[in-house]
């Protein structure tokens, strides 16, 4: 499955934003995360929701304002976020595993398709 995420663009502290993430094909069978990587530091977990939508996970940065999820019948991927801090500022990629590449949700090895990333910047 090949992935494409948009919706990124700057933004002021304690604004909101939706990226989307839109699958070449059906999304079902994957299990699908949301990672960022900020300039001069390593990508990291955003956020992930399973392949049937019953079991998400955040980063404790992210616990609370951000809120992941999914519409199979779209092939999409939705990451919201709320009260959004400069310290969110990155570029956004979205991922997929087939289900039962890993039992732990944020486990980025696992992930082997990834889309281009969106730039989300916050200003203070």
């Known amino acids: 499955v090949q992935l494409q995420a948009s919706g990124g663009g700057l933004v002021q502290a304690g604004d909101s934003l939706r990226i989307s993430c839109a699958a070449s094909g059906r999304t079902g069978t994957y299990d699908m995360g949301w990672f960022r990587q900020a300039p001069g530091k390593e990508r990291e977990f955003v956020a992930a929701?399973?392949?049937?939508?019953?079991?998400?996970r955040y980063s404790d940065s992210v616990k609370g304002r951000f809120t992941i999820s999914r519409d199979d019948a779209k092939n999409t991927v939705y990451l919201q976020m709320n009260s959004l801090k400069p310290e969110d500022t990155a570029v956004y990629y979205c991922?997929?595993?087939?289900?039962?590449?890993?039992?732990?949700?944020?486990?980025?090895?696992?992930?082997?398709?990834w889309g281009q990333g969106t730039l989300v910047t916050v200003s203070s």
């Open positions: 991922a997929a595993r087939l289900l039962g590449s890993s039992r732990i949700l944020d486990d980025v090895s696992s992930y082997k398709n």
């Open positions: 929701i399973n392949w049937s939508g019953t079991t998400t």
